[in-house]
């Protein structure tokens, strides 16, 4: 995986800067920038993180459960696994098509693709949510068809699902195209040379090359799917008990002063949020095993 073969090498890098007299940092210089990055992390990270779940469970247990078995609140859990269900695999596969077709051959416009995968990274997430709404709209391009043929889409499933696939489809992508780009071409060249068929190649040289950067992304692209606010309150019409995702939902608890329910599903989103940092790690940590040269993987190293 790109990301964590670069964390890998910045850690040796580090390493080598600190064990040079010549290269090495004086004391102070260290641990001020140390102080600062802990106090950030606290100030900005760790407290709020902790003022959620302290807030969650300031009225205990059972306030707590009753927030989250309540009809509204499994709705929203519900249509949010929905939704994600749904953009992740899609955007699996558009993913890795897309970092194929880059990182493995040379097509006019392959410029312009690339640049459309960034897109959802620079337009506001409530931009995206008012494109829809003009283009499936009641007043949209197509609205008055869809109506004509009594199929919803703007404040349905239908429009959360697509703006959920829009703001997340480029995590799985992005993370690949570098690595493959870094592998090259020669394995699958190779491949092909010896008779392998297309299909083979791919998931016999391919895809093992890629796991750890696919799992990855994945993981991204499920956080972000099951997080976004901007695109799908656009959308949604925040219907109660029908299109309110658990950020919806989390929003609409707290303008109405119920505070312990919302903090009840904010930690819902607090927990994914640290389930998915777990993840991460551990796929960081996998990927830089299996960069390590053979001799540097000894029993203990790989039973890890």
Known sequence: MAGATTLHAGADRAVRFESRAATREPGWVKWTFIAVSLAFFTLFLLLPLVAVFHEALRKGWDTYLAALVHPDALSAIQLTLTAAAIAVPLNLVFGVAAAWAIAKFDFPGKHVLITLIDLPFSVSPVVAGLVYVLVFGAQGWFGEWFLDHDIRIIFAVPGIVLATIFVTFPFVARELIPLMQAQGRDEEEAAIVLGASGWQTFWHVTLPNIKWGLLYGVVLCNARAMGEFGAVSVVSGHIRGET????????????????????????????????????????????????????ETGPGVAAT
């Open 244 to 295: 309110n995702t658990m950020p919806l939902h989390v929003e609409i608890l707290y303008n109405e002063y119920q505070f312990a329910a919302a903090f009840a599903v904010a930690s819902l989103l607090a927990l994914l949020a640290l389930v998915t940092l777990v993840i991460k790690t551990w796929i960081e940590h996998r990927s830089a095993q299996d960069d390590l040269p053979p001799e």
